[in-house]
């Protein structure tokens, strides 16, 4: 496979286990706690590696207790190339509350991944490239600017100047909400749009024509954190080796699947013998 830039966040999860979601106002008690590595580039990255893709991850942590513990499982990945940024900030936290269906609420306190300036960019190796909106936007740019492609973005969350990114990647990720944010926006876009659809899949369309479409395996779902990424790094990983569409789509959506029948972000990514075995092509 060819070497994959990420360039992304950093984080560590909070993760409060609770019966059900708490409505504004509302204090749920009851709540187990536990704390996971995380951030979508982090998580994105490592999820790549796991599929067999030489990886390089850009990202910025603080010089503090979180960051030993947000990085753990990512300076053991043999083939990860970590190149973080220290900054005078805390690491990036996520709180995040679980419900017993899998469903999730998220808040993040970006802390150093706001100091992921353009700066520290400037040794980014050419090739593929795969990005996020957890950090400053500034930055997602200069790199698409300089990366020799394909360039593929992950619109999450979508942020002010979105929009202006789509004339510089090949591959946008979204899922619905995000893909309704940027409403209008796509009419123009010419490269390839993947919208995960949850529980329903996902697809890939090219100037509105319907391209690849999969439906993930069955599943019993504990926590749908870090889904979207395993999605997003499998797609990745595969799309720059020049995998087929049709296959690359399959197996993105069965390693998001299969990142929800695990607890935390990092701890679900599937490997991609894990993945392989559960595609629903296979059985």
């Known amino acids: 496979m060819q ?61 503090d207790p979180e960051a030993g513990l947000a ?21 990036g936290v996520a709180l995040i509350v679980v419900d017993d ?28 490239l795969l990005c996020q909106l957890e950090v400053p936007i500034e930055t997602v740019a200069a790199a698409l600017t300089a990366s020799s492609g394909p360039r593929l973005l992950n619109a999450a969350p979508v942020v002010v100047g979105t929009a202006e990114l789509l004339g510089q990647i090949d591959v946008l990720i979204v899922n619905e909400s995000e893909r309704a944010a940027l409403g209008g926006e796509l009419a123009g876009f010419g490269g390839l749009i993947v919208t995960t659809l949850g529980a329903r899949g996902a697809t890939i369309e090219e100037r509105g024509r319907l391209v690849a479409s999969a439906t993930p395996p069955q599943v019993v779902p504990i926590d749908a954190v870090g889904a979207g990424d395993a999605f997003c790094g499998t797609f990745a990983a595969l799309f720059a080796d020049d995998s087929p569409l049709e296959r690359t789509l399959e197996l993105a959506v069965t390693a998001g699947a299969l990142a929800t029948e695990v607890p935390g972000a990092q701890p679900s990514l599937p490997t991609l013998d894990e993945v392989e075995a559960r595609c629903p092509s296979r059985s």
Do not use: C, Y
Not at 104 to 128: D, F, K, S
């Open 71 to 91: 990085t753990p499982l990512l300076r053991v990945e043999p083939r990860l190339d970590l190149d973080l940024v220290v900054v005078d900030r805390p690491t």
């Open 101 to 128: 269906e899998g469903e999730n609420q998220i808040v993040v306190a970006p802390g150093a991944n706001a100091e992921l300036l353009p700066w520290t960019i400037e040794g980014m190796r050419a090739g593929p």
């Open 3 to 63: 070497r994959l830039q990420v360039l992304g966040s950093v984080n560590l999860d909070v993760v409060a286990s609770v019966s059900h979601l708490p409505s504004p106002g509302e204090t749920v008690g009851g709540a187990s706690l536990a704390f996971h590595p995380g951030g979508k580039g982090a998580n994105q990255a490592l999820a790549a590696a796991r599929m067999g893709a030489e990886v390089g991850l850009i990202a910025a942590v603080g010089d």
